[in-house]
């Protein structure tokens, strides 16, 4: 095959730009919808099967996940192996209410410290709910070091309450907060749902750059990803989102819309993206 110079010089930019980079970590964040018998036909013990089929088909290397009672967290870990799980219930700090929960890939992570922050102004109080927040709402965070890489970085994810203004942005400004202070200057990445839009106050908290400067990788004017369980019943709301440190290179952003013809595996739609760190 003939290849102009041009070409080639544009061949070998290329190349460079993507071996300067570590091998990228696929990130997933995902509400799976908590265990509700009230759902009906997408009650959990209807619709788990479908959840594993998504996570194995798309492989994250990395997956939040927000709304998991400790059973779906067991059902997790039990079918789709490849995962350890961090994070306690949000009631209690041990096994009670919803957790939201870091899945990481056994065979590539080591985990060098982890957590549990409430967002409330007694973050490490279990149990604590603070502002105009109508339930108790948790991050969850771990120091991470990549086996095939060698580097090191910060994951939290989250799930910010549905009902509490002042909340919602009190939270998004101690979830930075503690990023500075846990991260120890490490790339940080951020998983969740934060129950806002990008025109909202919290989500503008978030991006503000006079503290942690983070970056939202999803193109402009992305899907939603609450949409409820029946497919084309309503419009779905963005609010589900992955945000990064500006040490990471962001590729194949996606909202995964996988569903049966009838209803999605869960409420809310998950989100991948593809993150790299230069190579030390």
């Given amino acids: 095959m003939y290849l102009s110079r041009r070409s080639f010089i544009t061949f070998l930019f290329v190349l460079g730009a993507l071996t300067a980079f570590a091998q990228s970590v696929t990130v997933m964040t995902y509400n799976i919808r908590y265990d509700n018998p009230g759902d009906g036909i997408n ?39 490849a995962y350890g799980s961090l994070g306690v219930g949000r009631e209690d700090g041990k096994e009670k209410g919803e957790y939201s929960a870091i899945l990481y890939k056994k065979e590539r992570f080591n985990i060098l410290a982890q957590g549990t922050f409430w967002l409330s102004e007694t973050p490490d109080v279990a149990g604590s709910k603070s502002w ?41 400004t101690l979830l930075k907060t503690k990023a500075l202070d846990l991260g120890r200057g490490l790339p940080v990445v951020i998983t969740g749902d934060f129950n806002c839009t ?26 939603g990803t609450f949409c409820s369980f029946t497919v084309n019943s309503i419009t779905c709301r963005p609010i ?34 593809e993150l790299s760190l230069p190579k030390k």
Avoid: C
């Fill in 43 to 81: 009650q959990w013990s209807s619709r788990k099967e479908k959840v594993y089929d998504l996570i194995r088909k798309y492989d994250p290397d990395l997956l939040g996940v927000q709304e998991a009672m400790h059973n779906q967290l067991q059902d997790l870990t039990n079918n789709v192996t």
């Fill in 132 to 172: 105009d927040a109508a339930l108790t709402r948790v991050a969850t965070w771990a120091r991470m070091r990549d086996k095939k890489s060698g580097r090191e970085f910060f994951f939290i994810n989250t799930h910010f309450d549905h009902i509490g203004r002042e909340s919602r942005t009190k939270s998004a």
């Fill in 198 to 223: 990008r025109d909202e106050l919290p989500y503008k908290t978030i991006m503000d750059k006079s503290s942690l400067t983070l970056i939202d990788p999803a193109p402009q004017d992305p899907p």
């Fill in 240 to 273: 589900d989102y992955i945000f990064h440190t500006p040490e990471w290179a962001a590729s194949n952003y996606k909202v995964l819309p996988d569903n049966d013809g009838k209803n999605y595996p869960s409420d809310h739609l998950p989100v991948l993206v």
